[in-house]
């Protein structure tokens, strides 16, 4: 009985210690573009980015609505660096700051600014500009081509024998 409490516990610490903020941000139903390219990522996953300049999809979601742009980004040691850089129709690039303005200082205060420019599964986190839009970057040449379910374990009889 303490074991199976234990179990339940962890999978809950689990539950609440990755999917607390994409859980609660995506509960908002966003339109547009982003559901799709999150629900790929999350279903298929990614390799992890390597160290380089490499293409992105940067998404916008303002007052529940996404847009999706094509820019690049620079990596270095698993986090990416700034300026971003976000492409025009002239196919120019321009620093994605020039755009939006700086990110909003309340949000900025409560990130973990150690953690804050890591990629997860091909994904920036989530950034909140002064202006309220929210901007995540998707690293699209690392995404798995496929689906990867996870493997289910044998019945226990099959898999614990003596």
Request: charged residues 20%.
């Amino acid at each position: 009985m303490k074991n199976r409490l234990t179990i339940l516990v962890f999978f809950f610490s689990l539950h609440f210690a990755f999917g607390q903020t994409d859980v609660s941000f995506h509960a908002k139903g966003i339109e547009g573009c982003y559901t799709d390219y999150y629900i790929a990522f999350t279903e298929r996953g990614a390799n992890p980015v390597t160290d380089g300049q490499h293409e992105v999809v940067i998404t916008v979601i303002h007052q529940g609505k996404s847009e999706c742009y094509l820019g690049k980004a620079t990596v270095k040691g698993g986090k990416f660096t700034n300026p971003v850089m976000i492409q025009k129709d002239d196919m120019t690039f321009v620093p994605l700051n020039t755009i939006f303005k700086s990110l909003d200082q309340n949000w900025l205060e409560e990130q973990d600014m150690a953690t804050l420019n890591d990629i997860t599964d091909g994904m920036s986190n989530v950034f909140v500009t002064k202006d309220n839009y929210e901007l995540r970057m998707f690293f699209y040449t690392f995404v798995h081509p496929n689906v990867r379910a996870n493997r289910k374990a044998p019945p226990a009889d099959v898999l614990l024998k003596k």
